[in-house]
């Protein structure tokens, strides 16, 4: 009995010690790194997934399994066709790329703002109309692609994101007023825009 629950700790031990162990990778090494390509196989190991790829996979729901997997910083869920990310997606907090382009998203978790660690977000092509204020909370945020999307009004809050490198807006109908207040609030930022509209403020 005793050697039994001897081994219980030693496993209960061992497990949170491997998960501490797995530190915040830099880009590059997160770029190289072979991914998880099966929901599956990454739910077998959901205390060692640091990478999962997920694309082409008819999904239509954000699959819940994966906010069981305390390591991931890397999430690729394109050409898919879910429709709502559920806002318990910031259990994933060492979450660092985000890639979501071609599925049917109409808004972002309002919860987004509470990322500490994004960096990267790809939500090309799909439907979203409107961006959270919490969106400016994402103070590590360098990249963020909105290109082909229906977005109209931007939170005052973007003026937060400080460390933001690269927006990509093309393809989406924004006035020139608009397009210069955003200008603005990030001087800092490269902005893609497509040409303005005529479509007032």
């Known amino acids: 009995m005793q050697g039994t629950f001897g081994k219980i700790i030693l496993f209960v031990i061992s497990f949170l010690f491997i998960k501490a162990q797995i530190p915040l990778y830099?880009?590059?090494h997160l770029a190289a790194m072979a991914?998880?390509?099966s929901l599956k196989a990454a739910i077998e190991d959901k205390n060692t997934v640091v990478k999962l790829v997920l694309r082409k996979k008819k999904l239509k729901k954000f699959p819940a399994?994966?906010?069981e997997m305390p390591n991931l910083q890397y999430l690729d869920l394109s050409k898919n066709q879910i429709k709502e990310i559920p806002d318990?997606?910031?259990k994933l907090k060492k979450l660092q790329f985000l890639i979501m382009s071609k599925n049917k998203l109409e808004a972002l978790p309002k919860t987004i703002g509470e990322f500490a660690n994004l960096k990267y977000v790809d939500f090309s092509r799909n439907e979203i109309y409107t961006l959270p204020y919490s969106f400016g909370m994402l103070l590590q945020l360098e990249?963020?692609?909105f290109w082909d999307n229906?977005?109209?009004e931007f939170p005052a809050s973007m003026r937060f994101l400080q460390n933001l490198k690269y927006l990509d807006l093309r393809n989406i109908t924004i006035s020139k007023e608009?397009?210069?207040r955003l200008k603005a609030i990030l001087p800092d930022t490269k902005i893609m825009f497509s040409p303005p509209c005529n479509c007032g403020n």
Request: proline share 5%.
């Open 26 to 28: 830099d880009s590059l």
């Open 35 to 37: 991914p998880y390509t």
């Open 65 to 67: 399994e994966i906010l």
């Open 88 to 90: 318990s997606i910031i």
């Open 143 to 145: 990249y963020a692609d």
């Open 150 to 152: 229906n977005l109209d």
């Open 178 to 180: 608009k397009q210069d």
